[in-house]
Antibody, heavy 122, light 110 residues
Framework: QVQLQESGPGLVKPSETLSLTCTVS??????????WTWIRQPPGKGLEWIGY???????SYKPSLKSRVTISADTSRNQFSLKLSSVTAADTAVYYC??????????????WGQGTLVTVSS | QSALTQPASVSGSPGQSITISCTGT?????????VSWYQQHPGKAPKLMIY???NRPSGVSNRFSGSKSGNTASLTISGLQAEDEANYYC??????????FGGGTKLSVL
């Protein structure tokens, strides 16, 4: 059973870059079978898919966020990360890291972290 | 890329059946058999209940079922139980090679 844990600053200033890390246990970010995914949820609102990282460096991002988002992996630490630049208050949300197994690609995201709240405020 | 449309709330009594709809377009729900449903209790991470329109992950009760017709997908929960009270989100693959979620439906078990 894969376990995921998000970590990173809970407060980011407007116009700065939001950076989060997801530590993976029970699985490998270097796996050809998994898509390492970020999803967010503004307080009291619905879910929003941000994108994923796949083996070898392939990525896919939500079109409206693509210019500001980078998802990458550190195989030596078995972690993957999210960077979102030029943040505004609209980026305030609970950020979830998740795993999508290739057998359930593209819509069956079966493993989720507990989520971490990031607030954008000066 | 707009969010999929779900009713804000539905309700039912224990033992009854309810259906939650999720309406998209030919660019998402209508174009692919890749619709999933997630259950989320307050303060918790979402849980996958249905994927690829009708498939249930192991461990998910067979009281949960999914279907699709045209640009609309549906989640049916039969034999409602108190523990089913939660928010439910639909999700679809889209022509932009990304996933789009619905706005969520709050299920109340009266």
């Amino acid at each position: 059973q894969v376990q995921l844990q998000e970590s990173g600053p809970g407060l980011v200033k407007p116009s700065e870059t939001l950076s989060l890390t997801c530590t993976v246990s029970g699985g490998s970010v270097n796996s050809r079978n998994d898509y390492w995914t970020w999803i967010r949820q503004p307080p009291g609102k619905g879910l929003e898919w941000i994108g994923y990282f796949y083996y070898g460096g392939s990525t896919s991002y939500k079109p409206s966020l693509k210019s500001r988002v980078t998802i990458s992996a550190d195989t030596s630490r078995n972690q993957f990360s999210l960077k979102l630049s030029s943040v505004t208050a609209a980026d305030t949300a609970v950020y979830y890291c998740a795993r999508l197994h290739s057998s359930r690609w593209p819509d069956g995201i079966g493993d989720w972290g507990q989520g971490t709240l990031v607030t954008v405020s000066s | 890329q707009s969010a999929l449309t779900q009713p804000a709330s539905v309700s039912g009594s224990p033992g009854q059946s309810i259906t939650i709809s999720c309406t998209g377009t030919s660019s998402d729900i209508g174009g692919f058999n890749y619709v999933s449903w997630y259950q989320q209790h307050p303060g918790k991470a979402p849980k996958l209940m249905i994927y690829e329109v009708t498939n249930r992950p192991s461990g998910v009760s067979n009281r949960f079922s999914g279907s699709k017709s045209g640009n609309t997908a549906s989640l049916t929960i039969s034999g409602l139980q108190a523990e089913d009270e939660a928010n439910y989100y639909c999700c679809s693959y889209s022509t932009t090679s990304s996933l789009v979620f619905g706005g969520g439906t709050k299920l109340s078990v009266l």
